[in-house]
């Protein structure tokens, strides 16, 4: 989803995660489009459970890959 928010407070919350990819700009569009908000970014949560998708890197025994795919939409009435 990513952090940068520049004109979409109403759709993007403050604790959104890293940078922003394509898919990051269709749901954002998504959302302006009918007037939805992307609830996941407006909670702060732990690590663990910001990340959907993970990929282990067995040479540097971190995470090195990680994405945000299941988001919580609604509408603000």
């Given at each position: 989803m990513g952090t940068e928010r520049g004109g979409y407070?109403?759709?993007i919350g403050p604790h959104g995660i890293g940078?922003?990819?394509v898919e990051g700009d269709r749901i954002i569009n998504f959302a302006v489009i009918?007037?939805?908000s992307?609830?996941?970014t407006f909670y702060q949560h732990r690590d663990s459970h910001k990340?959907?998708?993970y990929r282990w890197n067995e040479n540097r025994q971190e995470y090195t890959?990680?994405?945000m795919i299941d988001l919580i939409?609604?509408?603000k009435n």
């Open positions: 407070q109403n759709i940078n922003k990819n009918n007037r939805l992307i609830m996941n990340w959907t998708w890959e990680k994405s939409t609604t509408n």
